[in-house]
């Protein structure tokens, strides 16, 4: 699976952006797939994840209510729609799949990685 993520950029606070990835290779549907962030001098952490069907969602507490997760699995995409943005939400956000169906706040679960879309949300 390769994964391909698009949308970052500069916004100003209680902004909104939309993130995509796009993924090739066969069994979309098989993966759960995440998005995670990582901030400068800071490790990588969990954003929101869904799993194959789309039937079950997840989310990072600090985001819970501003971002929303989703997937056309006939697209072979993912997406995070991202509202009410924060400084605090400036990051490199990097897409994922895993094969798994449990264990989504994990990075170490996810197999596959994209490269990673900047988004700087300025005060």
């Known amino acids: 699976v390769q994964l391909q993520a698009s949308g970052g950029g500069l916004v100003q606070a209680g902004g909104s952006l939309r993130l995509s990835c796009a993924a090739s290779?066969?069994?979309?549907?098989?993966?759960?797939m995440g998005w995670f962030r990582q901030a400068p001098g800071l490790e990588r952490e969990f954003v929101s994840a869904?799993?194959?069907?789309?039937?079950?969602?997840y989310y990072a507490d600090s985001v819970k209510g501003r971002f929303t997760i989703s997937r056309d699995n006939a697209k072979k995409t993912v997406s995070l729609q991202m509202n009410s943005l924060k400084p605090e939400d400036t990051a490199v956000y990097y897409c994922?799949?895993?094969?798994?169906?449990?264990?989504?706040?994990?990075?170490?679960?996810?197999?596959?990685w994209g490269q990673g879309t900047q988004v700087t949300v300025s005060s």
């Open positions: 994922a799949a895993t094969p798994f169906s449990y264990g989504y706040y994990r990075l170490d679960q996810y197999n596959y």
């Open positions: 290779g066969r069994a979309f549907s098989a993966y759960g």
């Open positions: 869904m799993s194959g069907s789309g039937g079950s969602t």
